[in-house]
């Protein structure tokens, strides 16, 4: 297929455009924020206000980047500055538009940023949710065509890497966190450390942390990304995934991601993650940091166990094909049976 796609150079989303290369699509990626003034005020309003205020730079943006291409489908990756116009635009190219959302669209935790999805949701002609409640949430904005998948590792970004003894030496930690600060997460990590856990925390906004002052000596720097990404967590012992309970999540990319890379996933006990992988044997999970503490101690003191769990996790997280090549055929065989809507307004 030829097909236009709207989304980030970066993160999950340049991964999921690349395996569309990779299954043989042919693709013209347009980065929307790029598209805008490249002033932090931009995403700021978006947070406060929504992307809608932003659709005459989006617009104008496609107008010139486009021209009189045309397509066989758009993939819509996000679209907080996707509104009704842009859609009707995207319609004079492709037949089919449709929408990727790794974030909860219609939850509380992201404010306005997705206001112009939740008001133009229904002019997709197929909207791909990541949460079981997203769907009748969806239908209840009119979307006709809902396809909920999990999250889904990268089979190259993801991939084990060869590691140097400067590799482990840079990276090493016994008990990993690698994620950004949310409210929750600052009280359950200050009590691991009480616990004795030796902890590692990296990532965005945590000196945020009403805990900072006691997290502080823990925090060895920002977000990391690519290479440093994996060997981060391939040097960690241990690899704690937390979620976001505004985000009403059950599962993050995480917990693909980690098995993926060969490493041991220390998670929260849900539904969605006993569902993906057998409880003390593929990966350990935990009620509380308690219980979380308990597990890391145990697995920290027996290499074999370690070492036992992370390599079947790495299989069975192959086998369950939670990968984005598996995941993205299985989203244009859905749109591609969907019936091709007339023309609209905006």
Known sequence: ????????????????????????????????????????WVDRVTWRLGGGWFSHWVNRGLRARVGDQTFDLVYVDGGEWITGSTITLLRNHAPLVVNYNIDDPFGLRDGARLRAYRR??????????????????????GVRHVLRVYRSADEISHAPRPLSSEDHQRWQAEVLFLGTWFPERGPFLLELVERGVPLTIRGHKWPKAPEWEQLKPYWKGGSVFG??????????????????????????????????????????????????????????????????????????????????????????????????????????ECATMIPVRGAETA
């Open 120 to 141: 133009n949701a229904w002019r997709y002609d197929l909207c791909v949710v990541m949460r079981e409640e997203n769907i009748p949430e969806a239908r209840a904005h």
């Open 227 to 332: 290479d440093d990404y994996a060997r981060a967590i391939q040097c960690a012992k241990v690899n704690l995934g937390l979620l976001s309970a505004a985000n009403r999540d059950l599962h993050t990319t995480r917990s693909l991601e980690v098995p993926a890379l060969g490493g041991l996933l220390c998670a929260q006990r849900t539904s969605e993650h006993l569902s993906m992988y057998k409880e003390g044997q593929e990966a350990l999970f935990w009620e509380n940091a308690e219980e979380c503490a308990s597990m890391c101690r145990k697995v920290l003191a027996d290499e074999q166990l370690r070492s036992r769990i992370a390599a079947a996790g790495h299989t069975r997280v192959r086998q369950n094909g939670h990968y984005n090549e598996t995941v993205l055929r299985e989203i244009l």
């Open 1 to 40: 297929m030829r097909i236009l796609y709207l989304g980030r150079r970066s993160g999950t989303c340049l991964d999921r455009a690349e395996a569309l290369r990779r299954l043989g699509h042919e693709l013209v990626h347009i980065d929307v924020r790029a598209l805008m003034p490249q002033t932090p």
